[in-house]
């Protein structure tokens, strides 16, 4: 039974599934939701109901194979889901049916590719890539081990659109440090994380790349952003004192809200396509999922 909206921030959550099961996203009905899992052998893309009663034990596996998956997100038809796969230490996107049949490579040569997010008409793949700037590997072990959140091959992502198949490869960001960004619903602006060293912000821009700037303010933990089906809101990640709890506020940065208070750190909040619910992961020992009402 999910907790009244009115009980912000929340102490307790209940669990949608246990094991390790993360990088959760919604379909465009609202009634499933792609997963990476490892309840089968390896991280792997998963389709659970968004309903379910049986914390995960039911979910459909979608992709096999020696290589690791991470990043699901389906395209907003349905038909489509756009992943990374890791193969011979190379993450590229690949694109399946909805069913996990016809799997075919999007990104190539394109060094490290991760975090598809489609464009609104679902003609374009929106994700980071290390093609346009590179760090030496020296520095990415150093380093990772101060921070708090992201990778310093974070520090070299740019984010780029191409085609689902494959065409038309275009450059959006320059100079490094953007990752986790999609599309506004009417396609015009793009919400990302934006990393510069140890600090981490959420920012917006305009679609071509113009305009960007700082939503975060003066907090320089915030991450995993993502956007309200109306667009007027951003649930994302704080970084507190008790570790990454939720946060809610308008599209401008104002009217920041805390929206859990409980007990591990919850990452990547995704709001459901009616409104009502956030999906988000919860990390205690492993990482699982948690869906909570949504605020008004």
Same mark, same amino acid.
């Given at each position: 039974?999910?907790?009244?909206?009115?009980?912000?921030?929340?102490?307790?959550?209940?669990?949608?599934?246990?094991?390790?099961?993360?990088?959760?996203?919604?379909?465009?009905?609202?009634?499933?939701?792609?997963?990476?899992?490892?309840?089968?052998?390896?991280?792997?893309?998963?389709?659970?109901?968004?309903?379910?009663?049986?914390?995960?034990?039911?979910?459909? +596996?979608? &992709?096999?194979?020696?290589?690791?998956?991470?990043? *699901? /997100?389906? $395209? =907003?038809? %349905?038909? @489509? !889901?756009? #992943?990374?796969?890791?193969?011979?230490?190379?993450?590229?996107?690949?694109?399946?049916?909805?069913?996990?049949?016809?799997?075919? +490579?999007? &990104?190539?040569?394109?060094?490290?590719?991760?975090? *598809? /997010?489609? $464009? =609104?008409? %679902?003609? @374009? !793949?929106? #994700?980071?890539?290390?093609?346009?700037?590179?760090?030496?590997?020296?520095?990415?072990?150093?380093?990772?081990?101060?921070?708090?959140?992201?990778?310093?091959?974070?520090?070299?992502?740019?984010?780029?659109?191409?085609? =689902?198949? %494959?065409?038309?490869?275009?450059?959006?960001?320059?100079?490094?440090?953007?990752?986790?960004?999609?599309?506004?619903?009417?396609?015009?602006?793009?919400?990302?994380?934006?990393?510069?060293?140890?600090?981490?912000?959420?920012?917006?821009?305009?679609?071509?790349?113009?305009?960007?700037?700082?939503?975060?303010?003066?907090?320089?933990?915030?991450?995993?952003?993502?956007?309200?089906?109306?667009?007027?809101?951003?649930?994302?990640?704080?970084?507190?004192?008790?570790?990454?709890?939720?946060?809610?506020?308008?599209?401008?940065?104002?009217?920041?809200?805390?929206?859990?208070?409980?007990?591990?750190?919850?990452?990547?909040?995704?709001?459901?396509?009616?409104?009502?619910?956030?999906?988000?992961?919860?990390?205690?020992?492993?990482?699982?999922?948690?869906?909570?009402?949504?605020?008004?």
């Amino acid at each position: 039974m999910l907790a009244s909206a009115q009980e912000f921030p929340f102490k307790k959550l209940p669990l949608l599934t246990y094991v390790v099961d993360y990088e959760a996203n919604w379909s465009p009905d609202g009634l499933q939701i792609v997963l990476i899992s490892n309840r089968h052998g390896g991280m792997k893309v998963h389709v659970i109901n968004a309903s379910a009663a049986q914390h995960g034990s039911e979910m459909k +596996q979608l &992709t096999t194979g020696a290589g690791e998956d991470d990043s *699901p /997100a389906w $395209s =907003p038809d %349905g038909r @489509r !889901i756009a #992943f990374v796969s890791l193969h011979d230490a190379v993450s590229d996107i690949f694109v399946m049916n909805a069913d996990g049949t016809g799997t075919r +490579q999007v &990104t190539r040569a394109l060094g490290q590719n991760i975090h *598809p /997010a489609w $464009s =609104p008409d %679902g003609s @374009r !793949i929106l #994700f980071n890539t290390t093609h346009f700037e590179m760090l030496g590997h020296s520095a990415e072990k150093a380093e990772d081990n101060k921070r708090v959140l992201g990778e310093i091959r974070d520090d070299s992502m740019d984010l780029a659109t191409i085609r =689902p198949d %494959g065409s038309d490869l275009q450059q959006i960001t320059r100079g490094g440090g953007y990752t986790y960004a999609s599309f506004s619903a009417d396609g015009k602006s793009i919400l990302h994380r934006r990393q510069q060293r140890d600090v981490s912000q959420i920012f917006v821009m305009n679609s071509d790349g113009s305009a960007d700037h700082n939503l975060s303010g003066q907090n320089e933990l915030d991450g995993w952003p993502a956007w309200s089906p109306d667009g007027r809101r951003i649930v994302f990640s704080r970084h507190m004192q008790s570790g990454f709890q939720i946060f809610v506020m308008n599209r401008d940065g104002r009217d920041v809200r805390q929206l859990t208070d409980a007990a591990g750190e919850f990452v990547n909040p995704r709001w459901s396509p009616d409104g009502t619910r956030i999906l988000c992961g919860r990390r205690l020992g492993g990482i699982s999922l948690a869906v909570f009402p949504a605020p008004k």
